[in-house]
C-alpha cells in the first residue's frame, strides 16, 4: 500500500522566513508526486514532479524530488500572511488507476 | 468558470437519510475521481471513472456508497443510509491525459446529525 509522510505537521513563521516542508514516501510503481495547497476549499495544484533533480520554480515556491532516497521538498522562500494554509503531498502509482495517495498535510502559519 | 463544480456545497441530514452530491468535471476530462477529507487529514481515494466506466473502488467505499457516471460526463456519488461516520468533506477531481494532474472542485462538506 502507497505511504506518504509530511513533516513537519504544522509550522510557525514570521512573514519574511524561509521554509522547508518536507515529504516521504512508499510507492510500489511510482508515476509522479505532487503537491497542493489547501486553504479551507479544495486544493490547488502546485507542481508536478517525475523526475529526480530537476526543480519546479513558481514565484516563491520552489520543489525538487529524489527518487533514490524517496523524498520530496517544497520551499516557500520571503513567506507571507497570503502563504497560510495546509501544504498536501500526494503520490501517483502506476498502472491504470490514477488516484491519489496523500500525507496528512503540513499546516503553515505565517504571521505578520 | 471552467473549473470543476460541485453541488451542493454543503448538506445538513439526519442520520439513516440517503444524500447525493454531483460532480461536473472540466470540460473533455475523461478521468473523474471522488475522496473523501475528514478534518486533519489529507484527502482518501474512493473511487475513479474513466469515461463512463468505473475502474476502480476503495475498501473505504462500503456497499452504502453508490457512484455513477453517465454517457461520461457528470458523476454522482450517493449515500445510502448514512451515519454519523460519513461526515467529511467529499472532493471530485478531474484529469486527462500523460501525465496526470488532477484539479479538485470545491467540495461538498456533509454533516450527519
Known amino acids: 500500500e502507497d505511504k506518504v509522510v509530511q513533516s513537519p505537521l504544522s509550522l510557525v513563521v514570521h512573514e519574511g522566513d524561509t521554509v522547508t516542508l518536507n515529504c516521504s514516501y512508499e510507492?510500489?510503481?511510482?508515476?509522479?508526486l505532487l503537491w497542493y495547497k489547501q486553504e479551507k476549499k479544495a486544493p490547488t495544484f502546485l507542481f508536478m514532479l517525475?523526475?529526480?533533480?530537476i526543480e519546479k520554480k513558481s514565484g516563491r515556491l520552489s520543489s525538487i524530488l529524489d527518487k533514490k532516497e524517496l523524498f520530496s521538498i517544497l520551499n516557500i522562500t520571503a513567506t507571507q500572511t497570503g502563504d497560510s494554509a495546509v501544504y498536501l503531498c500526494?503520490?501517483?502509482?502506476?498502472?491504470?488507476?490514477?488516484?491519489?495517495?496523500f500525507g496528512k498535510g503540513t499546516l503553515l502559519t505565517v504571521n505578520p | 468558470d471552467t473549473g470543476v463544480s460541485q453541488d451542493p456545497r454543503h448538506k445538513i441530514t439526519k442520520r439513516g437519510q440517503n444524500v447525493t452530491f454531483r460532480c461536473d468535471p472540466i470540460?473533455?476530462?475523461?478521468?473523474l475521481y471522488w475522496y473523501r477529507q475528514t478534518l486533519g487529514q489529507g484527502p482518501e481515494f474512493l473511487t475513479y471513472?474513466?469515461?463512463?466506466?468505473?475502474?476502480?473502488k476503495s475498501r473505504l467505499l462500503s456497499d452504502r456508497f453508490s457512484a455513477e457516471r453517465p454517457k461520461g460526463s457528470f458523476s454522482t456519488l450517493e449515500i445510502q443510509r448514512t451515519e454519523q461516520g460519513d461526515s467529511a468533506m467529499y472532493l471530485c477531481?478531474?484529469?486527462?491525459?500523460?501525465?496526470?494532474?488532477?484539479?479538485f472542485g470545491p467540495g461538498t462538506r456533509l454533516t450527519v446529525l
Open positions: 477531481a478531474s484529469s486527462q491525459g500523460v501525465p496526470d494532474t488532477q484539479y
Open positions: 510507492v510500489t510503481n511510482f508515476r509522479s
Open positions: 517525475t523526475s529526480s533533480g
Open positions: 500526494a503520490v501517483q502509482s502506476g498502472g491504470s488507476n490514477y488516484k491519489l495517495t
Open positions: 470540460s473533455e476530462h475523461n478521468r
Open positions: 471513472f474513466q469515461n463512463e466506466a468505473q475502474l476502480e
